[in-house]
C-alpha cells in the first residue's frame, strides 16, 4: 500500500474553534504535517467546548488528532516574526480569524506571498473577505441563515430549527480543504504558484442549497418549510410506526411501484398519473396518507424487514447510541479509537473517503497545550537560547 497522499506537505494552521482546524484536520488524515498554533494560557477555545475530561474537551480529541501544537503569542511582534518564519516553510497556511486580523498583525496575504511565493493560504470567514459583510463577525448559525438553510429546517408555521451541529463551519471546512487540494494541483502539478482560497460559511452551505434559487427565477417559488418531507419529491417523509418513525425514500419510480405494491395499494402503484416524480408530487398528501396506514399497524423492525425484500430504501432514524453499536459501522471500520494524553479513550468518525491505495490514518492523538513548541521552533531554526528568551517574555509556552 502507497504512503500518504499529502505526506512532505506542510501546513500552518492559525484557526480557532471549527472551521479553519477542521479543514485542517482533514489534510492531515491524509498525511499533511499540521502545526497548530495556538495562544499561550488556555490555546484554542475548543479545549473546553461541551463536555470536558480532566479539563479538556473530548471532541478536542476529534478535531485535533494528528497534529502538533505549538504555542505563540500572535499579539506580540516578536510571535508575528515566528509566523513569518513557520510561513516561509509552510505549503498551506490556514485561518479563519474576522477579516483584518491579519492584516493588523502584519500577516497579510501579500506580505507572506513575497516571502513564500509558493504559499497557499486558505482564509475561512463569514461572508469572506470582499463585500458590505465582509468585516462583520460571522458564526455557523448566522451563516446558516443567510444561506437560507434555517429558514427551511423547520415545522410549516413554527420557528426554523438549527440541525444540532455547526454545519456552516464543518461544511466550509470541507470547502476550503477542497480549495487547497485544487490549489497544490495548479502549484505542483502544473508550474503555478501560491494563491488564496476564500471560502464563507455562508456560501459554503448555499453550494448545497439545490434547486432553491433556480426555481425562484424561473418561476418566483419561494420554498417554504415542510418537517420531515422533502416538497418536491415524491414520496419521501417519516412515517409514524408503532414504535417510532422510520424513513422511507420511494421516490424513484420504480421503487415506488414496488414500495405500493409492498403496502396492498396496487391501485396507487399502476395509476398512470402517478407514474412519475411530478404527477405523485400533486398528489403527495394522498400517497403519505397511504403509506402512514400501512406503517402506523407495524413495528419499526417490521417495516424495515417489509421495505428491505422489496428494494424500497428505508431506515430507522439513529440517535449516537444506535451508531455506536451499529454493526454496519463496525464492518465498515468507519468508527475509530484513540486514547487521549489523558488516558480517557475516545471513539470518533474514521478518516473519510476511503482511498484504496492512499487512505487516510490517524497516527497521533490530539496533542497537549504547546507539547511541539520546542520541537517544531527548533526544527524552524529557533536556538535553545532564543527559545528560552521568548519563553521568558510570554511570545511562546
Not at 480543504?177 to 482560497?197: H, S
Not at 476564500?198 to 418561476?219: G, H, Q, R, V, W
Not at 416538497?231 to 409514524?240: D, E, F, Q, R, T
Request: aromatic residues 6%.
Amino acid at each position: 500500500m502507497a504512503g500518504q497522499i499529502l505526506a512532505g506537505i506542510r501546513v500552518l494552521e492559525l484557526g480557532q474553534l471549527i472551521a479553519g482546524p477542521f479543514a485542517a484536520k482533514t489534510l492531515a488524515d491524509f498525511g499533511a504535517q499540521v502545526v497548530k498554533i495556538e495562544p499561550p494560557g488556555l490555546g484554542d477555545p475548543l479545549r473546553k467546548w461541551r463536555l470536558l475530561h480532566e479539563g479538556t474537551s473530548v471532541w478536542w480529541e476529534a478535531q485535533s488528532r494528528n497534529k502538533q501544537s505549538v504555542c505563540v503569542d500572535l499579539r506580540q511582534q516578536e510571535g508575528q516574526e515566528i509566523i513569518r518564519l513557520l510561513a516561509t516553510q509552510a505549503d498551506v497556511l490556514i485561518e479563519n480569524f474576522r477579516p483584518g486580523t491579519l492584516e493588523k498583525w502584519g500577516l497579510s496575504w501579500e506580505a507572506l506571498h513575497a516571502l513564500n511565493p509558493r504559499l497557499i493560504m486558505l482564509r475561512i470567514s463569514g461572508y469572506g473577505q470582499t463585500g458590505p459583510k465582509a468585516r462583520e463577525p460571522g458564526f455557523a448559525a448566522i451563516g446558516e441563515a443567510m444561506a437560507g438553510l434555517r429558514y427551511l429546517n423547520g415545522e410549516p408555521g413554527r420557528a426554523p430549527v438549527r440541525a444540532g451541529l455547526s454545519l456552516g463551519d464543518t461544511i466550509a471546512g470541507l470547502h476550503g480543504a477542497l480549495g487547497v487540494l485544487l490549489a497544490l494541483y495548479q502549484r505542483d502539478a502544473r508550474g503555478g504558484v501560491g494563491q488564496v482560497i476564500d471560502a464563507a460559511l455562508y456560501e459554503s452551505l448555499f453550494n448545497l442549497t439545490e434547486s432553491l434559487l433556480p426555481e425562484y427565477t424561473a418561476f418566483g417559488a419561494v420554498r417554504e418549510p415542510a418537517g420531515a418531507s422533502l416538497p418536491g419529491i415524491a414520496p419521501s417523509n417519516a412515517y409514524l410506526c408503532k414504535d417510532g418513525y422510520v424513513l422511507i425514500a420511494g421516490n424513484g419510480d420504480a421503487i415506488y411501484t414496488r414500495l405500493m405494491a409492498r403496502i396492498g395499494r396496487d391501485d396507487l402503484g399502476k395509476d398512470p398519473d402517478l407514474a412519475h416524480n411530478d404527477g405523485r408530487a400533486a398528489r403527495v398528501q394522498e400517497i403519505d396518507a397511504a403509506i402512514g396506514a400501512w406503517t402506523s399497524q407495524r413495528s419499526i423492525d417490521d417495516v424495515l424487514d417489509a421495505l428491505r425484500e422489496a428494494g424500497v430504501p428505508s431506515g430507522r432514524i439513529y440517535n449516537v447510541a444506535d451508531i455506536a453499536r451499529d454493526p454496519h459501522y463496525r464492518a465498515r471500520n468507519a468508527i475509530a479509537e484513540i486514547q487521549g494524553a489523558s488516558g480517557v479513550r475516545v471513539e470518533m468518525p474514521a478518516v473519510f473517503p476511503m482511498l484504496s491505495a492512499n487512505p487516510g490514518a490517524i497516527h497521533d492523538r490530539a496533542p497537549t497545550l504547546g507539547e511541539h513548541t520546542d520541537t517544531v521552533l527548533a526544527a524552524a531554526g529557533l536556538t535553545d537560547e532564543q527559545r528560552a528568551q521568548l519563553r521568558e517574555r510570554g511570545v511562546i509556552a
